[in-house]
Structure formats: C-alpha cells, structure tokens
C-alpha cells in the first residue's frame, strides 16, 4: 500500500542514516583521540580499569621521584663513610708508623690532628636536602630513616605504601651532644699489652666536646707515649675501622636496593601503560578501514532516502 501521510521507506532509510551516523561519529572520535574507549559510555569496564591503573601510574611516577631521592641520600652517605674510612686507615697507618723507634712521635701527632679535623669535615660535609646521616648536633638520636620504595594495590583494592628503611644510628660519625652515639667520639675499650701482662684501656678517636663525653682517652701521642700505649690505640683505631667497615656495607646493601627497586618501578610502570593501551587505545589501521567504509554506507544511506522520498512525488502522477 502506497501512502502520503506515512512513508514506511523513508522512515527505514532515515533509521539506516541515523544509525550510519553514530557509528561514524563513533569512528570519528576514535580517530582524533587515539582511543577507542575515550569516556565512560563507549565501554564502562575498561574505561574505569584504565582510570584507576592511570591513576596509579602517576603515584609510581612520583615513587620514581622519592626512589630517585632516597638514592642520592644514600649515595651522599656513602661517599662520605667512605672517604672516612680511608681516612681513618690513614690514622691506623701513622699509629703502625709511629711505633717504630727512632720516629719522632710529636711530628706524627699533628698529622693525626689534621687527619681528625678531615674526619670532622667529612661527616660535616655528608648532607643531602638538609639530612646527615654521619654528623649529629642534635639532643636527639638520629633514627631510622624511612624512604618511599613502592606503591601498591592489593587484590581487593586497598592501596598501600611501602618504604626502604635505614638505620642511620649505627652512621653515625660524630655526635656533638652525645659521643656515645658517633663511631668516632665512642670509647672502644681493648685489651693491650702491660709489660709482660695485659690490661684493658679505652680510646676513642674525635674529642667532639659533647654534654655527655665518652669514656677513655683520645687517640693522640707524644714522645711520652708508651708503646703498650700506642699498640692499644692501633687495636682501638682497627676496631673502629670495622665498625664504619659494617655501616658502609650495610648502606651499600640499601643503596642496591634502592637501585633495584627504582628499575623494577619503571619496568612496571611501562607495563601498566602497554596493558591500559591494549584495553582502550585505537586501533588506527581498523579505524581508518571502517571510516572509509561508513563513510560509502553513509553516502548510499542518502541515496536510499532521496529514493524513498521521491515516492511519494511518483503518486502524485496519478492524479493528474
């Protein structure tokens, strides 16, 4: 049945077009944004595992940046135990030098002095974003040092932050408030030679005037200085050695992992970007496919709706 009030085939042609056209909006779209999921409503699953893996993309961004951080304290730290480590085996030397007959021991002295004052500007020198872990003025301990390391999400969506700890009590180098807790203002207690017994004796390294001094007798000689004497210092000065021996390893230790943990955040943040780009990136070969093809079905759509319009004008024929 032909009818002028209803064209049953231009509804069905304009229903065609109308739907020819949001897929090519569609189409469009994907191709000026490079993503097929671009809002919520192109596909509400993936468009929000890619919000909230985004999202934690950017806190791994800034865990690069605090890894980043902690890696030059550490790295600052270490350079600085380091070199008074080899200062320090500098001190042992002249003690071992002073030992033989014959060397005049004053002479030996004021090079330990300045050795000591170099350890005193080592330690003073080791700061990084006003942190020192080798010098302490403060009345307080220097603590363990907690450092950004990772962040996470847990299988039911919890979010966690989880950091790199150093104890930076046992860097310590010198503490002007309590020489008990500096490696070099401690006293070490030894056991030394006495004649032909032995006697304990205690030394300490770096007089720092602290309120609360360490017990002992700093390592300093003169042309009065006994060879038991001198021996107890070089055991003492040894045993120090081993002590900064210890931090350094163990910063060196946290320093590696620092390091690890810095590629393994950058290793997973470029995972998360492929796994995001799989979920709602373009395919632009596809995209460029199906442009060209909805773009012939649109032009075909028009032509179909010319047709079926024209209908109606074929009736009027009749009529005249």
Known sequence: ????????????????????????????????????????????????????????????????????????????????????????????????????????????????AELKNQLTSVSQSASFSGENWLYNDSTAAVGTKEMVGSFTRGSNGSVSVQTVDFDASKSVLVDTKNANRGLLTVGVTVTQPSGTTTTTATYYLINPNATTTATGTEVKISSATTDDSLEGMIMAVDSTLKSMTDAAATLGAVNSRIDLQNNFVKSLSDVIDKGVGRLVDADMNEESTRLKALQTQQQLGIQALSIANSNSQNILALFR
Do not use: F
């Open 1 to 112: 049945m032909s009818s002028i009030m209803t064209n049953s085939s231009a509804l069905a042609a304009l229903a065609t077009l109308r739907s020819i056209d949001q897929n090519l909006e569609r189409t469009q779209s994907a191709i000026s944004s490079g993503y097929r999921v671009d809002t919520a409503k192109d596909n509400a699953a993936y468009w929000s595992i890619a919000t909230t893996m985004r999202s934690d993309n950017k806190a791994l961004s800034t865990v690069q940046d605090a890894l980043g951080l902690a890696s030059a304290k550490t790295d600052t730290a270490y350079s600085g135990l380091n070199t008074a480590i080899n200062i320090v085996s500098e001190i042992k030397a002249k003690l071992v030098a002073a030992r033989e007959p014959g060397v005049d021991r004053d002479k030996v002295n004021k090079e330990l």
